[in-house]
C-alpha cells in the first residue's frame, strides 16, 4: 500500500509539472503577435515593386496581364504531343533574358535538352540552372528554398508525373502532398512555379477538362493553362 500511495505522489506531482509548462506555453501563445489589416498593407507596400514575369509568348501575355504574377502556382496540363514542354522552355528562355531560373527536367535526356536550348545567348545560358537528378518532393522543396535565397524567382518542374513522395499512399494523396507542398513554396518564398501535368482523360472523354490524378491539386494552383490538340480544316494538327 505504501507503494502504491508513493506511486500516486509522485504522478501528481508529475501531472503538476506538466500543467504548469501548458499553461506557460498557453501564455506564450497568447502574446503571439498577429498583425492587422492595416499593418499588412503598410509592410507589403513599402517592399520594392516586382514587375510580372512575361512568358514572351504573346497571346499568354495578353491573357496574363503582362505575365506570371510573383508567387504563383501555375499547372500546364494538357495531352501528350501537345506542346507542354515546348512552352515551358520558351517561358524559361525568356525569364533568363532578365534574371535566374530553376529548371527540374525529369522528361527529357540531357543531349537533347542542349540541343533544345543551344540557341539561347551565354547571358541566358549563365541564368538557366538545370537539375534533373533530384526527383524527391523533399529535395525539391529544399532545393527551391536554396536558390531562393540566392535570387531565384522562377520556377519550372517537367514534370509532376516523375516527382517522387516516401511513404505509401494512394494516387490522389501523392498528388494533393506534391501541389501542397509546391503550392506552399510560392506563398512563403515569392517564386513562380510552373508545373507541367496532364489531363485527366476521362473527363477529357467527357468534354470535361480536370488534372489528371485528381486530389486537391486543382485547389492549390493559382492558375491553371490547359493545352489541347485540335485539326484544322486541312486536317493539320494545331494547339489551342
Do not use: W
Request: proline share 1%; charged share 30%; glycine share 8%.
Amino acid at each position: 500500500m505504501a507503494d502504491v500511495k508513493e506511486l500516486l505522489r509522485e504522478l501528481k506531482a508529475e501531472r503538476e509539472k506538466i500543467e504548469r509548462y501548458i499553461a506557460e506555453l498557453e501564455g506564450t501563445l497568447a502574446d503571439v503577435r498577429v498583425e492587422t489589416l492595416a499593418e499588412v498593407q503598410r509592410r507589403v507596400e513599402r517592399k520594392p515593386k516586382v514587375p510580372k514575369f512575361a512568358t514572351g509568348v504573346g497571346f499568354l501575355d495578353y491573357r496574363m496581364n503582362g505575365g506570371f504574377q510573383q508567387g504563383s502556382f501555375v499547372q500546364i496540363a494538357g495531352q501528350n504531343f501537345t506542346g507542354k514542354t515546348e512552352l515551358v522552355l520558351t517561358i524559361l528562355s525568356n525569364v533568363a533574358k532578365g534574371g535566374p531560373a530553376l529548371f527540374f527536367s525529369f522528361e527529357m535526356y540531357e543531349d537533347l535538352l542542349v540541343e533544345r536550348l543551344k540557341r539561347l545567348d551565354e547571358t541566358q545560358k549563365r541564368n538557366l540552372l538545370i537539375d534533373q537528378r533530384h526527383r524527391n518532393i523533399e529535395d525539391i522543396e529544399a532545393i527551391v528554398r536554396d536558390r531562393a535565397k540566392k535570387g531565384v524567382r522562377f520556377v519550372a518542374i517537367d514534370s509532376r508525373m516523375k516527382i517522387e513522395a516516401a511513404g505509401r499512399m494512394e494516387e490522389y494523396q501523392k498528388n494533393s502532398l506534391i501541389s501542397s507542398r509546391l503550392s506552399k513554396l510560392t506563398q512563403e518564398l515569392g517564386v513562380v512555379l510552373l508545373l507541367v501535368n496532364q489531363i485527366s482523360e476521362a473527363d477529357q472523354r467527357g468534354k470535361r477538362l480536370a488534372l489528371k490524378g485528381s486530389g486537391d491539386q486543382a485547389y492549390d494552383a493559382d492558375v491553371i493553362l490547359y493545352l489541347l490538340a485540335n485539326r484544322d480544316d486541312d486536317g493539320n494538327r494545331v494547339m489551342v
